[in-house]
């Protein structure tokens, strides 16, 4: 059954960092290398797209622990979670969907996000990302680490197979649900590129996992 995306997250609240960690292929890389991409000066501003309890961030502040971070979430436990880890950082946490939250203009030095966009589409994506790229500061860049379709074939599979599931449920909101729907990388870059971004470069990649650089 699909389940709303909030409830997913919510519901699997409970031993989700070990299973991130454990589970998922290459986590114990794409982590820190996700961080080490991020800018190191003092005091950067950054905000973190569907951050959730905020593995990228543990290993961001190992690098830059003066970082000041903006993170959105819709799942408010993992939210809760995250506040837990980090008493001690300069976070603000934005309970919605980026989608929704409006974001400040010209502030950040650089955003991130990690396995949080591959449910959407790329009609979705580009005017989040059209927001995104006013938020951040000239020069200011995007690391997006996430999973990818390997064929445009794969892609259009995970979709047709996301709107049969729905209709059978005879869910007919407008809700986001839970179904993973990789876009190929080619569309990811394409969706960045039409939002206004200037060059996205491909920085490493894990198997279907890859680590993308879009400059603003
Ligand atoms: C697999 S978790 C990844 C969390 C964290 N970035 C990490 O790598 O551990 C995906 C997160 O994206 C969040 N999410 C999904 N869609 C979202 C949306 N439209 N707006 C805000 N958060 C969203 C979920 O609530 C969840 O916490």
Known sequence: ?????????????????QHMMTEIESSTEFYPF????????????????????????????????????????????MLSALKKKFTD???????????DVPFDENVFDAAVSVESLHHF????????????????????YFILTDYFAF?????QMHRKNLIALKTEQCITDDAFY???TPLTVKHEA?????????????????GATYTIKAVK
């Open 178 to 180: 839970h179904y993973d």
């Open 89 to 99: 950082k300069d976070i603000t946490l934005i309970f919605g969907s980026y989608f």
């Open 34 to 77: 996700t961080a080490k991409m991020l800018p190191m000066a003092e005091n950067s501003r950054i905000l973190d797209l569907g951050c959730g309890t905020g593995l990228e961030l543990e290993e961001y502040f190992l690098l830059c622990p003066t970082a000041k971070i903006t993170g959105i979430d819709l799942s408010k436990g």
């Open 1 to 17: 059954m699909l389940e709303k995306m909030s409830d997913f997250f919510e519901n699997r609240l409970v031993g989700y960092d």
């Open 190 to 206: 394409e969706a960045l590129l039409e939002a206004g971004f200037s060059s996205v470069t491909v920085l490493n990649h894990w």
């Open 121 to 140: 589409t790329k009609e979705e994506k580009i005017p989040l990302y059209s927001k995104l790229h006013s938020a951040l500061k000239d020069g200011g």
């Open 151 to 155: 064929s445009d074939e794969e892609e």
